[in-house]
């Protein structure tokens, strides 16, 4: 049984850091490409952050460039994503995706809240 099971989120203020995770299993992980993606009542999911593979190549959406991270552990079939500098519209459910070709996994996400 595939499961993507994101952690980590919740309430900061802005200006603050935090570090969601995703625990994967059911499938191979070291052979999908992986990515975060938010999405608010009135967006549509937006692609935050992706990685291959081997983690040796990642993107990011221009608007978190130089202040997110993300990383993978392909022993620990885990998915990372270090969020510095929040900012209040960044408040969103954050989820995390498992693509290999056709196939595409999600999470049910989390609830980042970025509120002072």
């Known amino acids: 049984q595939v499961q993507l099971e994101e952690s980590g989120g919740g309430l900061v203020q802005p200006g603050d850091s935090l570090r969601l995770s995703c625990a994967a299993s059911g499938f191979a992980f070291h052979l999908y490409a992986m990515g975060w993606y938010r999405q608010t009542p009135e967006k549509e999911r937006e692609l935050v952050a992706g990685i291959s593979i081997s983690g040796d190549t990642t993107a990011y959406a221009d608007s978190v460039k130089g202040r997110f991270t993300i990383s993978r552990d392909n022993a620990k079939n885990t998915l990372t994503l270090q969020m510095h500098s929040l900012k209040p519209d960044e408040t969103a459910v954050y989820y995390c995706?498992?693509?290999?070709?056709?196939?595409?996994?999600w999470g049910k996400g989390t609830l980042v809240a970025v509120s002072s």
């Open positions: 995706n498992a693509n290999y070709y056709e196939m595409d996994y």
